[in-house]
Structures are given as structure tokens and as C-alpha cells.
């Protein structure tokens, strides 16, 4: 994901916005790292570049 | 008794063996080919496929064109529910232009991998594809100008949540066109449920009636409701499901129960753009004839 993505994404459970922690970066994009919740205390991850923003009882399949 | 976690879980599986399948050259998805592009298939004009991957054309899924119907303007954004290989994103970017943006979600990895694959190919950069749920949106409230999906609400155990989510994202003035599978009227229980696991892979289906219902409920307003294609026993006999309805009496062009619909509506408020009679655009969309498209 680019970095100013986080500008428009929104926690999934309470909708708040969004905290971009950047672990590896390519080509302006985000390849990994996390979006962090502060209001709900919940990291999302990012890998390969695509951001996952499932609620947390459903990351796991 | 079914879950809505097993329900997604049945629906992610089916679509990540589709995104293998594209990726192994196979182009075969749910049941048949026969039945697959009896409802996918002659969907897009040559026009809007040139330049696209062929993995993305292969791998769309759909049973209308929402790009198409939703009348997209410069600079716009645009959220496609259920983004699968991301045909209807590609499209919409190159509609939108590079001051709008196209986000696709999907709750696939395999699909969102192929997705991506295709957008890298297509040289597309206005586009971000997003894992999530449509039941719980990753956006914040009034941040999209359209939300599009094709095929994919009817896959989702809780309708009225996907809907409600819908509303709360768009801005107010809002678009939603979606192309989806209803079911019509009444069709024998054991007929139904092939005929549903036939069309949209898990049952789900809602009519038009209640579809409609749940839109209002939601908060739309100005909904719209038009048929593309009422499927005919003869759809459904080149699914392989012709004993089951030999067995129940239909037959040849008797309608079996199950239409590929385009629907509009619009979040109430000030702004946006206003959608063109249905009929002209849908018209001029889809090329329509009989057994030749949808």
C-alpha cells in the first residue's frame, strides 16, 4: 500500500482512524508493517504490500 | 445449522481455488465452464478490455457490469466490494482518472494476490487493494463517492450489515450499483439449493422484493431494480442440472427461478452525481441478446 493510504482507512471495529508503522519499504510502498488502533488497542498487519484489515476474530482462517 | 464464519470460510476457499485456477491457466470456476460463462461471460465491451491483463479478464467472476452502470466521473472515488482478480477496480481507475481513486476489497489472499499481479501488469497506479470484510469496512464514515460489487453481496451470510456499512461509507449524495444474482418466486427447496450453489456458489440469494426492502432499511433512497438476465432451464441443464429438473418439469426456456439484476440506489443527500435513466445506460452497456450474454 502507499503511505498516504492510511489517510483514508479506518479500524474495521470501531472505525477510528489509523496508525502506520513502516517495517520494509519499495517503490513508495509500504511492503511491511502494521496499522495500529489506539482505541481499541489492535495492530493490523501489512504484508506483501496489501494491507489486512479483517476484524481480529477473522484473521485467523 | 450453518455459521456466517463457516459460510465465509466456504465462500473464501471456493474463490482462492478460482484465483489458483486463473493462475494455473485453468479457467474453470464454480461448476462447469458451461455454467460459468453462462453467467460471467460477454459481460465487457472489447473496448473496455483492451489493455487489460488477461488474468483479469479470466478471473472476473461477475454477472453484470457495475462500471458501467454506476457512471463513473473524473476524480471520484470508487469502492468495489469483493474486488476478486480486480477487473472492476481496473476499470474503474482508468474511468476515474488519475485525480480519483479505486479501492477493491477482498477477504481472498489468492485473489487479492492476483489482483495485484494485474494491476502491476496493467501499469495502473490510482488503485489500492485492501483485505477486509464488506460486512465490517475498513473506511471511515462519508470517504467514497461509489461503492460497486459484482456478484458478491448475495455470497454474504448478513446482508443488512454489508448494506448498513455500505450507507455509513458512502458521502451523502452517494452511488451504488451492483450487479447481483435473485432469486424469483417459488422454487422447490432441493431445486433451489443446486440451483443456488449452481449460480452463486453458496445460497444466498435474496428476491427482488427483499433486496429492495434492505436497501431502504439501510437508508438508500431512489433504488432501482433491472433485470440483465432471467436464467432458463436450458442455463441450468448445461450446469449439469438437468435431471434435477426434468424431475420438477422445467424445461427449455422456462425460467428456473434465478435473474442476474443490476442494482442502483443512492445514500440521501446533498452533492454527488445523479444517475441516467437505467434503461438507456444499460442498454448501451451490455449488448444483450438472447443466450448470448450475462
Given at each position: ?61 | ?121 496493467a501499469g495502473v497506479t490510482n488503485v489500492e487493494f485492501l483485505k477486509g470484510e464488506m460486512e465490517e469496512m475498513p473506511l471511515p464514515d462519508g470517504s467514497v463517492d461509489v461503492i460497486i460489487s459484482n456478484c458478491v453481496v448475495n455470497l454474504s451470510p448478513d446482508k443488512d450489515k454489508v448494506l448498513a456499512e455500505a450507507h455509513r461509507v458512502l458521502k451523502p449524495g452517494g452511488r451504488l450499483a451492483i450487479a447481483d ?114
Open positions: 500500500m502507499r503511505k498516504d493510504l492510511v489517510d483514508i482507512l479506518a479500524c474495521p471495529v470501531c472505525k477510528s482512524p489509523l496508525e502506520l508503522t513502516i517495517e520494509e519499504e519499495a517503490e513508495e510502498e509500504v511492503v511491511r508493517g502494521k496499522l495500529t488502533c489506539n482505541q481499541c488497542s489492535e495492530d493490523y498487519p501489512i504484508e506483501d504490500r496489501i494491507p489486512n484489515l479483517l476484524p481480529p476474530e477473522m484473521r485467523t482462517a | 445449522m450453518t455459521t456466517e464464519r463457516e459460510i465465509k470460510e466456504t465462500v473464501r476457499e471456493h474463490y482462492a481455488e478460482s484465483a489458483r485456477q486463473v493462475k494455473a491457466a485453468d479457467s474453470s470456476c464454480c461448476g462447469s465452464d458451461t455454467a460459468e460463462n453462462v453467467i460471467s461471460s460477454k459481460l465487457y465491451t472489447t473496448d473496455e478490455l483492451q489493455g487489460l491483463p488477461q488474468e483479469a479478464v479470466v478471473a472476473s467472476l461477475g454477472c453484470g457490469n457495475p462500471v458501467a452502470m454506476a457512471e463513473l466521473h473524473e476524480g471520484e472515488v470508487v469502492l468495489d466490494l469483493g474486488s476478486g482478480g480486480g477487473i472492476d477496480v481496473l476499470l474503474s481507475a482508468r474511468r476515474v482518472g488519475p485525480t480519483g481513486k479505486a479501492y477493491g476489497l477482498d477477504m481472498t489472499d489468492e485473489m487479492l494476490e492476483l489482483a495485484r499481479e494485474n494491476q502491476r501488469k444474482i435473485v432469486a424469483r418466486g417459488d422454487v422447490p427447496e432441493e431445486l433451489r439449493r443446486s440451483l443456488e450453489a449452481w449460480a452463486g456458489c453458496v445460497a444466498g440469494a435474496l428476491e427482488e422484493g427483499e433486496y429492495r426492502a434492505k436497501l431502504e432499511s439501510a437508508g438508500f433512497a431512489d433504488v432501482e431494480i433491472e433485470s440483465l438476465r432471467e436464467y432458463t432451464a436450458s442455463d441450468a441443464d448445461g450446469a449439469g442440472l438437468g435431471d434435477l429438473l426434468q424431475k420438477y418439469g422445467k424445461k427449455g426456456a422456462e425460467q428456473v427461478g434465478f435473474a442476474s439484476v443490476i442494482v442502483r440506489a443512492r445514500r440521501p443527500g446533498e452533492g454527488g452525481h445523479a444517475f441516467s435513466s437505467l434503461n438507456v445506460v444499460a442498454g448501451e452497456a451490455v449488448s444483450c441478446s438472447p443466450g448470448s450474454c450475462c
